[in-house]
């Protein structure tokens, strides 16, 4: 049910100025009209017609590929969940346009749960707008906040989209890397990676407009800690710049550590907008509900590209989240309570991939957040001879990989602006929100493989 | 903030016509036939299908400056969304001509003139936005008024944005005619449906674009680069929903008869209702909207309370709601502003509605006409 079917183009290509236009036979119509200039494509998405999904869905679709690539949950969503919708389904005037900024129930529902976490009244009609998944709470943020000519600042490796969508609003994408401390063969984890501070501040300039913040982070499964996130408030402040706070894996943090909201710092909830996903608390990513929660003087901007855009978001979804949202909302302190028992049960997932890992000589950095895992791969020492020369080494190694060995994951230089792909390619990104028997057979795999090695 | 929060390209586009409305229709006690949705369940299997999708055992629940020709009346949203695109939108209006005396015009009496239309195209014209059947006009277009259409935007190179979600949705033996299906015009054609119009279901969001793929690769990288996904169960069912109106195409069986027969029903119903009180209702060829003429209350009611340059129709609107308990649509919001004084006569009522709601309209319309009487 993923196949879908783009084409690549290599970033960067020109399109051709002439195309023919082929027929289609299917609706029996023929022309060989020459296609003009004006045909070519809006400059807003010059060299953006690639994408890591798209390509890696594909090859991923194999079904005897056992597919640890793509974020998508195979477990299945808590019962309630989708009884909500089936429930919403029948109800007539459920199935009719509903309220563009977010259902009232639904904006209710997130307003009581986010009030308790912000420890603040946020107003569900003016701080809150549901949005078509996280990715449209990011596109409603960028296009309405952002201006050709502005820079907004990314924490390399970063979730692919940031970038194109940032250069679809006509801004400078301005990276800054994360680096690993040196960790000496001891366990390697996900808060070993961090930024420097001076770096950081010297990528703030006076058309610097916002920075984009993903916490939990993809791929790094990284937690931000209180004083990281203290440094990068304090630069937002300085310099007067936005926060947009990529919050999706909020839910999904393990022992030892916390998700901390950046909104709740002093001098940050009038230039944050945090945003939040349906489709990771509750394992329903094909649901694409999100939302966007901020001050009401930046989410009216946000109102305004969601009205001339999308303008609302399905019904019967919007109801049966807010269900959802009630039943959990109700018992935050229980075990049972899907924001609880989610990441107890990922956690157990994540150190069964961690032991793994590192029973066949990869390197994982156990993440503190998230659901995926990143190893380096260099001492697998697969034979890349016959893939493409002109891809990073992990794009042809996670091809030959599933290629080869039934198994896919995502390369991590996809995450990375061009000039940092050197740095991440030895490393590889594995998805773990699975049934266990997706992991027993990626556990045979890769221990069938190590044994392989002479 | 020191900085101008909002991207220019929100610039002059926050304003949206829609809320004012929706939001008195929550405060009075109306019978709605303003918003277009119906008030009345998708069919069956429609919902069947969603109830199948989000309960089966699928993996369902795992997301320059150019110039553009809109041709108004037009649905509000191409305006700014051609403006948020950094586009220049050039209007041309399609214009009444007068029925015979006693009897009521029709909505394709409204037309464009030719030699008008072909003065809208320069070198710099993007593309051309064609909304048919019409909203809120419901005139169809006819094949020769398309053939102009496509005459000049294969003479100018101009692409072809055409909203067609109401293309089922046809009265009185008219035929829709798809102008991507005209010699010449495939490859330059975008042609747009949707699920909600279809099925009677505008809460699934789920719509489609069909075209050449050398235009398609361009709005696929959008999608992937705003929302990626659309939901799986909505596309899902209405995939469902396909299968089962493949089997009954062309037959009475089918929904995409028995919907527009049973709105035409509805259609007359309220055109005759609407007279009683002095509207003058244009008999729609089309779409599930039309629209009334309130000259006669212009004239008589000449000063409603209403913003100073505020369109009459918007306030006779706004009065209505608030006094006759009926809510229409002003037709002044489906003009540039320029035109709007023009065409300040017209409301626009939507009849995708239950029996039960045409009756309640019947009765607040029976109140109304008691009124009229000295």
Avoid at chain 1, 322 to 350: G, H, T
Avoid at chain 2, 130 to 145: A, C, D, Q
Avoid at chain 2, 190 to 214: C, E, H, Q, R, Y
Avoid at chain 2, 307 to 313: G, L, N, Q, R, S
Wanted: aromatic fraction near 10%; hydrophobic fraction near 40%.
């Amino acid at each position: 049910m993923f196949l879908v079917q783009r084409r690549l183009c290599s970033l960067g290509s020109q399109e051709k100025l002439l195309k023919k236009i082929y027929s289609s036979n299917a609706l029996g119509f023929s022309t060989s009209a020459k296609m003009a200039l004006k045909f070519k494509n809006a400059k807003r998405i010059e060299g953006l017609d690639s994408n890591v999904w798209v390509e890696f869905t594909k090859l991923a679709a194999d079904p005897s590929v056992v597919n640890l690539g793509q974020g998508l949950p195979d477990i299945s969503p808590p019962s309630y969940v989708k009884e909500e919708l089936s429930k919403a389904a029948l109800a007539d005037n459920l199935n009719q346009y509903t309220r563009g900024f977010g259902h009232p129930s639904l904006v209710k529902a997130l307003s009581s749960l986010y009030e308790k976490i912000y420890q603040n009244r946020i107003d569900p009609n003016e701080e809150i707008i549901v949005t078509v998944g996280g990715y449209g709470a990011l596109f409603n943020a960028i296009q309405g906040l952002v201006d050709p000519g502005d820079e907004v600042i990314i924490m390399v490796p970063f979730y692919d989209c940031y970038e194109p969508m940032v250069r679809m609003a006509g801004a400078t994408p301005v990276f800054i890397p994360l680096r690993s401390k040196p960790t000496d063969g001891m366990t390697w984890s996900s808060s070993d990676w961090t930024f420097s501070p001076q770096e950081l501040e010297s990528k703030f300039s006076s058309k610097t407009k916002a920075i984009i913040l993903n916490t939990p982070h993809n791929p790094i499964g990284k937690v931000y800690t209180r004083e990281e996130l203290q440094i990068i408030a304090d630069l937002c402040i300085k310099y007067d710049t936005l926060c947009i706070s990529d919050e999706v894996y909020e839910w999904l943090v393990y022992t030892g550590h916390k998700h901390i909201k950046i909104a709740t710092f002093p001098g940050m909830w009038e230039r944050t907008i945090t945003i939040g996903s349906a489709g990771k608390t509750f394992s329903v990513t094909g649901w694409k509900l999100g939302w966007s929660i901020g001050p009401k003087h930046l989410v009216k901007h946000l109102q305004t590209v969601q009205q001339n855009t999308f303008y609302t978001c399905a019904t019967p979804l919007q109801a049966a989240l807010a269900q959802a949202l009630w039943i959990d909302i109700k018992r935050m302190d229980d075990p049972e309570c899907y924001f609880n028992s989610l990441p107890k049960e990922l956690e157990v997932k994540r150190d069964r991939m961690v032991r793994l890992l590192n029973s066949v000589g990869l390197k994982p950095i156990i993440p503190d957040g998230g659901y995926f895992i990143i190893a380096d791969v260099s001492s697998l020492d697969a034979d890349l001879s016959d893939m493409k020369s002109d891809e990073p080494y992990d794009y042809k190694f996670v091809k030959w990989m599933t290629k080869n060995k039934k198994l896919s994951a995502i390369p991590i230089s996809a995450f990375c602006d061009s000039k940092s792909k050197p740095q991440f390619e030895k490393l590889v990104r594995f998805c773990f929100i699975k049934k266990d028997s997706t992991l027993d057979a990626a556990e045979e795999i890769i221990k069938a493989w190590s044994s392989q090695k002479p | 903030m020191a900085k101008q929060l909002q991207a220019r390209r929100l610039n002059g586009i926050d304003h949206n016509p829609w809320l004012e409305f929706i939001r008195l229709s929550k405060e009075y006690d109306v019978v709605n036939l303003g918003q277009g949705f119906p008030d009345f369940s998708p069919p069956d299997f429609a919902v069947q299908a969603f109830q199948q999708a989000t309960s089966g055992n699928f993996m369902l629940n795992q997301y320059t400056m150019a110039f553009v020709i809109i041709i108004e009346p037009a649905f509000d949203c191409y305006e700014p969304m051609t403006l948020m695109a950094g586009g220049r939108p050039v209007f041309v209006s399609l214009r009444p001509s007068p029925a015979p005396k006693g009897q009521l015009e029709h909505s394709n009496d409204w037309q464009l003139d030719p030699t008008e239309l072909a003065s809208k195209f320069t070198p710099r014209t993007k593309a051309l936005v064609l909304n048919t059947p019409n909203n809120p006009l419901g005139k169809v277009f006819s094949k020769m008024e398309l053939e102009l259409v496509a005459d000049l935007c294969q003479k100018h190179d101009v692409l072809c944005i055409s909203d067609e979600v109401y293309q089922w949705l046809v009265y009185d033996g008219h035929q829709h005619v798809s102008i991507a299906s005209l010699p010449g015009m495939w490859g330059r054609t975008l042609t747009i449906g949707s699920a909600g119009k279809s099925f009677s279901a505008t809460g699934w969001k789920v719509g489609w674009v069909m075209g050449p793929d050398n235009i398609m690769k361009h709005l696929r990288t959008v999608h992937q680069n705003s929302v990626f996904h659309c939901p799986t169960q909505g596309q899902a069912a209405v995939a469902q929903c396909f299968e089962q109106e493949q089997q009954h195409f062309g037959q009475p069986s089918s929904y995409f008869l028995q919907l527009p027969k049973a709105m035409q029903l509805n259609r007359d119903h309220m055109i005759r209702s609407l007279q009683s009180v002095g509207l003058k209702p244009l008999i729609p060829q089309g779409s599930y909207f039309l629209i009334a003429d309130i000259s006669d209350f212009k004239r008589k009611m000449p000063n409603l309370p209403g913003a100073e340059d505020e369109p009459y129709d918007r306030c006779f609107a706004k009065w209505m709601i608030k006094n006759k308990g009926l809510v229409a649509i002003p037709v002044s919001i489906f003009f540039s502003k320029p035109h709007q004084k023009d065409f300040d006569h017209y409301i626009r009522f939507c009849f995708v509605k239950d029996e039960a709601t045409l009756q309640a309209m019947d009765e607040r319309l029976q109140k109304w006409k008691r009124e009229l009487q000295p």
